[in-house]
């Protein structure tokens, strides 16, 4: 993706929201609309019937525009509102002939939609001085109270202009420049341009000028608005009537009855934000502190606090050692020409082998040994996950467009961390497929249920569960993971998505002839390839898969907006 790169963390407010809200931007990209304007398969009628919508955002803007002026206490803001509502009303005033220079003409009349007044009334009241949080404020009578309404007003304004921005960007990026016959592509440049975004970035400057003197409660509704005038933008986009048929998003590309979605997902560092293992380390270490101090008696031989500390650090720097190791002797010496699944299949069974040794060396290092039940399940009730990630499964197996289930494929060596992980949430009980710790009583051995410590095992799991259906309707399944361990899932799926790819991961599938593709760039394609006549369905053992940045992107692919 070219949007969201690093920023200082000491840029504007108005740059700082962007970054803070840019997951609900990328959603953006997978609506109906965009993946059929960014492929040039757009029906043109559904195109005008858009941007027939620019002349309420325009008459909204000058209006709000002509308040902030008034509003504005210095003179110098007060020439840069000015120059702002001039250009909206020039805008206004050719947009036909700018229509007609993209090679369309508008629809003699039109009406405004109701996801276009649901924005614009939004913005009006906002420039009004109609602000929720706002209560009691009576009259406007000093300058700061001014000030703090014009700040307010383009807080409403700053996201519509940066989101289309941004949009135009990852689209023009997509477009194959000796190959493009995308007849939107005058359009996407006039948004592409520098007169543009240079109107964008003179909103977000003048922004980030008035909200200096704000307090640390007008902050707060400046982002309150700049976060609501997003959400009705995106409202905007997805609303936009489409009357052929898309790729995206998967669950509402059949019908209910017949779409039957399976999701796979990998849990450490796919779902969780840090490391089971890791987790248990803390949970023994933490074990074995209290045992220092209450002295008390184990059928075990007691291991102390700093010894435990010492074995984890040994074991962890060991395996990433000899990880790396294992990874280097498996990598082909030149890239293959084509995907070659049998060749990665080889080279994984020693993969397969190294994490058996791995898993051994714990259980003989007795670090597992003595851990409470009771804890573990608690550290798994407070285990941070990567954002989105819940909202997604939740919202998978809570969709009425679908027959849906959920499973969890992990390396994890204890399945009790998982499920209490996922219960601490609003989440059915999820199918957790993974290791576990055996019990004397309620507390571990130090030992390991192994059932899921290679990339096989997980494949014969995968397998397995799909096996399951039987051939009850369409099926699509969909893996989501990060390792290498997730490989042969991920290619087996209808549809694997990498998310966060790794230098590591990208480096040893491309010397096996994958190719890691944006899951947005891949979407285009696939609308593409729809409209001169392909299927809209998906297979894997392609040798493609997906990658992206957020489970935002997840969420919108699979579900929508």
Not at 347 to 365: G, I, K, T
């Amino acid at each position: 993706m070219v949007g969201f790169q690093a920023v200082p963390d000491d840029g504007g407010i108005a740059r700082r929201l962007w970054v803070k809200f840019k997951n609900e931007s990328l959603c953006a990209l997978y609506t109906p609309f965009v993946v059929c304007l960014a492929s040039g398969t757009l029906d043109s009628i559904s195109f005008l019937h858009c941007i027939s919508q620019d002349v309420y955002f325009l008459q909204a803007f000058a209006h709000a525009y002509e308040l902030a002026e008034d509003y504005a206490d210095d003179d110098e803001d007060k020439e840069a509102i000015r120059g702002m509502r001039k250009r909206v009303l020039r805008k206004l005033k050719d947009q036909d002939d700018l229509v007609r220079e993209w090679g369309f003409e508008l629809p003699k009349a039109s009406t405004c939609d109701s996801a276009t007044a649901r924005y614009t009334d939004f913005l009006l009241a906002t420039a009004a001085g109609k602000v929720e949080g706002e209560k009691g404020r009576g009259k406007i009578v000093t300058p700061f109270e001014k000030t703090r309404l014009a700040a307010y007003t383009l807080s409403a304004i700053a996201p519509c202009m940066r989101l289309y921005s941004f949009l135009s960007k990852e689209i023009k990026a997509v477009l194959v420049p000796e190959e493009s016959n995308n007849i939107y592509e005058r359009w996407i440049d006039c948004l592409c341009s520098e007169s543009f975004e240079a109107n964008a970035s003179r909103i977000e400057d003048l922004l980030d000028k008035l909200s200096v003197t704000l307090t640390g409660e007008e902050l707060d509704v400046v982002e309150k608005l700049y976060h609501q005038a997003m959400k009705l933008e995106l409202e905007f986009i997805s609303a936009q009537p489409i009357t052929q048929s898309t790729i995206t998003p998967i669950t509402q590309v059949q019908e209910p009855a017949g779409c039957n979605l399976t999701l796979f997902c990998d849990f450490d560092m796919t779902c969780s934000a840090v490391d089971s293992s890791a987790l248990l380390a803390d949970v023994a270490i933490i074990a074995a502190a209290k045992s220092d101090l209450d002295d008390c008696e184990s059928p075990y031989v007691h291991i102390s606090a700093a010894d435990l500390r010492a074995t984890w650090s040994n074991l962890s720097s060991k395996y990433i050692e000899e990880y790396e190791q294992c990874i280097e002797s498996i990598m082909p010496s030149e890239t293959v020409g084509k995907f070659d699944y049998e060749g990665l299949c080889k080279a994984l069974v020693q993969l397969s082998d190294f994490e058996s040794r791995a898993n051994d060396m714990v259980v003989h290092s007795g670090v597992l040994r003595g851990l409470s039940q009771e804890d573990i399940k608690r550290v798994g009730e407070h285990l941070i996950f990567q954002n989105g990630c819940k909202n997604v499964l939740q919202d998978v197996l809570g969709s009425e467009n679908m027959h849906a289930d959920v499973h969890i494929l992990s390396y994890c060596w204890s399945g009790d961390l998982i499920r209490s992980s996922f219960s601490s949430g609003a989440l059915p009980v999820l199918n957790v497929h993974s290791n576990e710790l055996p019990y004397e009583g309620s507390v571990t051995t130090g030992d390991i249920i192994k059932k899921m410590e290679s990339p096989m095992d997980k494949l014969q799991a995968f397998n397995d569960i799909l096996k399951s259906h039987g051939n009850n309707g369409k099926h699509t399944s969909v893996y989501v993971g990060g390792s290498v361990g997730d490989f042969l899932c991920l290619l087996s799926a209808d549809v694997g998505i990498v998310i966060g790819l790794s230098a590591g991961l990208k480096r040893l599938g491309v010397q096996f002839g994958i190719s890691f593709v944006p899951l947005f760039s891949g979407l285009v394609t696939k609308q593409r390839e729809l409209a001169e006549g392909g299927c809209s369905g998906w297979r894997g053992m392609s040798g493609i898969l997906y990658t992206v940045s957020s489970w935002a992107e997840i969420h919108a692919f699979v579900l929508g907006l």
